[in-house]
């Protein structure tokens, strides 16, 4: 569960950001139009060495939430050595200081806290939460497991194991082997975003306990660091214990480049197929390379992403649902990340209607590109702003969003304004949003079903070759687990 806030945290850093406030209810709202939205005040604070500490009070609950970022990760790993962001990160909570894995996990639950670690490919975050008259001691916990973790062996061979069982689900499971041929049919073998944040089992299979603490001693590193503390504490107090365990934390080498040295591939057009014999469903994932965290179109591709696939009554959700009975379901959405990541429509259809599934998508990814009607944009602008606050229920949702102003440097205003940049959007900035981000004919169309029953359709959309994938051209080869493993 505690690893499992920490990834939906970081999943909300990279996806569309949603919601960052409650509504300003001191003014009636226009008719027709959602509340006015403000973000609560921020206080900014730095440590003695410079760490910088940002403060949101919410006395709400008798909760406080320290989130520790730093500004590395999964784009990080060397080249060959994918996944190791992702091990360190995970490592990193099974023993530290005085503590082995279980006295830690142990001490941890005793304070009635939370308190893990993740990474994205943009960042690495340490999230606590925990009992505001608890905090000095679970402070006490987390100071050691960011600066002091013990790596153990036998930790580390658990952790690979559990990882390498993982790898081999995946090679069994057609939403994974779809997810993962996509991410390499786009980005190629040789670009960080060919494969997941966990690499390949290969690369991790090979990875050591001396390359996680030479990672770990440039990834957790000071120059890298910030912290967001929100929840019911007094910035006073919250300042002093933090200074107490971080403020004479100093460098003990370099850190890692916060800036992505890979270009970004120019990938073509392709249609790739992996053989699921006797499979009665076809998984489609149908994309390209799409647009970065900072991109200027950031607003007007929100409402053309939601008619397009980000609601249930979006066009392709429509289309392949309601109109066709292909699906039950189907989607589409942007990875906004520091350097462009993927934009994909997923959806997974019946076996004899995959050809037919596939030019219903890339003909709504054609129509996409022209002007929206005013009625239907209409309905997207409200929908996403209607959205808005209802995700800032939680400690969790405002941490996330004070996260992204840090990782991504967000002005102060920034949500503040997000409802009315939302509302302002036209049908002509939708359009060349489209355009200039969504070419059909760039897409790559990856699917996962029975070649017997699939292959003829694909080759019959006469869009170019099938290319028939096997699963270790894009996973790797498979790595048995380790029989000493426990």
């Not at 990875?335 to 050809?355: H, I, N, W, Y």
Request: with cysteine; glycine share 8%.
């Amino acid at each position: 569960m505690k690893r499992f806030l920490l990834t939906l945290l970081l999943a909300l850093l990279t996806l569309a950001p949603a919601a960052s406030q409650a509504p300003d209810r001191s003014a009636p709202p226009r008719p027709g139009l959602p509340p006015g939205l403000r973000m609560p005040p921020v206080l900014k604070k730095q440590l003695p060495n410079g760490i910088p500490v940002w403060f949101v009070q919410r006395k709400k609950v008798p909760l406080v939430s320290v989130h520790l970022l730093f500004q590395a990760g999964a784009m990080q790993d060397p080249v060959g050595q994918a996944g190791l962001a992702s091990f360190m990160t995970a490592c990193l909570d099974e023993g530290a200081g005085s503590r082995d894995s279980l006295e830690f996990a142990d001490a941890v639950d005793m304070l009635g806290a939370d308190l893990s670690a993740n990474c994205s490919f943009d960042g690495t975050v340490v999230g606590l939460e925990v009992p505001s008259a608890r905090l000095e001691p679970a402070l006490d916990l987390m100071a050691d497991m960011v600066l002091r973790p013990r790596f153990s062996p036998a930790e580390i061979d658990r952790l690979r194991a559990r990882m390498l069982t993982s790898f081999l689900q995946m090679r069994m499971d057609p939403p994974s082997l779809a997810n993962a041929a996509f991410l390499w049919a786009v980005y190629g073998p040789d670009f960080r975003y060919g494969t997941s944040s966990s690499g390949t089992a290969a690369q991790f299979a090979a990875l050591t306990r001396q390359d996680l603490v030479d990672f770990h001693r440039r990834l957790c590193h000071p120059a890298l660091a910030s912290f967001v503390v929100t929840g019911d504490v007094e910035p006073e107090r919250a300042m002093a214990l933090l200074s107490q365990r971080f403020g004479g934390w100093s460098a003990s080498g370099p850190a890692l480049s916060q800036v992505p040295t890979r270009a970004v591939p120019t990938r073509g057009s392709g249609i790739f197929l992996v053989d699921r014999p006797d499979s009665p469903q076809s998984v489609l994932r149908v994309g390209m390379v799409g647009v970065e965290r900072a991109t200027p179109d950031f607003f007007p591709l929100q409402i053309l992403n939601t008619v397009l696939g980000g609601s249930f009554t979006s066009r392709l959700n429509q289309n392949l649902r309601e109109r066709n009975g292909f699906t039950y379901g189907a989607s589409s959405s942007f990875a906004m990340r520091r350097a462009p990541g993927p934009f994909l429509v997923s959806t997974s259809v019946q076996a004899d209607k995959t050809g037919a599934a596939l030019m219903e998508i890339l003909s709504e990814l054609e129509a996409i590109r022209q002007p929206i009607p005013e009625a239907e944009l209409e309905k997207a602008r409200n929908y996403a702003a209607y959205s808005f606050p209802g995700q800032f229920e939680t400690g969790t949702d405002l941490a996330a969003r004070v996260l992204e102003m840090q990782m991504y440097g967000l002005p102060d205003s920034y949500f503040s304004e997000y409802v009315g940049r939302l509302l302002g959007v036209d049908a002509g900035a939708a359009s060349q949003a489209a355009i200039r981000t969504l070419a059909p004919e760039a897409m790559a169309l990856v699917v996962v079903g029975d070649a017997r029953v699939v292959r003829p359709q694909l080759e019959a959309l006469n869009l170019g070759p099938v290319r028939v994938l096997e699963i270790d051209e894009f996973l790797g080869p498979a790595v048995p687990i380790p029989s000493a493993a426990p």
